[in-house]
């Protein structure tokens, strides 16, 4: 069974820099989905950013060039590169899977496509 286990979290100040990591355990498939999210307190859990096995992206329009996904197969490990951070970026932030997804146009940015989550990391923006 797959495991996801995220790092990288902490406090920065507006306009600072954060790279999140997800490393996978156990056996995974060449044909994947694999996302972050992300939830404020009092807050949906909302999509920030996807990458498929073909290697295809897609951002929410929040983050769009200021956030970057990616991944390194060989470490099994998936990254997400923050820069010009905001107080709203404050949140939980989450990695999640999904192996042998349906296709889709683009990544999907949705909950409901995802069915192995990490526990989490802390990202904290001061102004």
């Known amino acids: 069974q797959v495991q996801l286990v995220e790092s990288g979290g902490g406090s920065v100040q507006s306009g600072g820099s954060l790279r999140l990591s997800c490393a996978a355990s156990?056996?995974?498939?060449?044909?994947?989905?694999l996302g972050w999210f992300r939830q404020a307190p009092g807050m949906e859990r909302e999509g920030v950013a996807a990458?498929?096995?073909?290697?295809?992206?897609n951002y929410a329009d929040s983050v769009k060039g200021r956030f970057t996904i990616s991944q390194d197969n060989a470490k099994k490990t998936l990254y997400l590169q923050m820069d010009s951070l905001k107080p709203e970026d404050t949140a939980m932030y989450y990695c999640?899977?999904?192996?042998?997804?349906?296709?889709?146009?683009?990544?999907?940015?949705?909950?409901?496509?995802?069915?192995?989550w990490g526990q989490g990391t802390q990202v904290t923006v001061s102004s």
């Open positions: 999640a899977a999904d192996f042998f997804p349906t296709s889709f146009l683009r990544p999907s940015l949705k909950q409901r496509d995802y069915t192995i």
């Open positions: 156990g056996e995974t498939y060449d044909s994947y989905l």
């Open positions: 990458i498929d096995s073909d290697g295809d992206t």
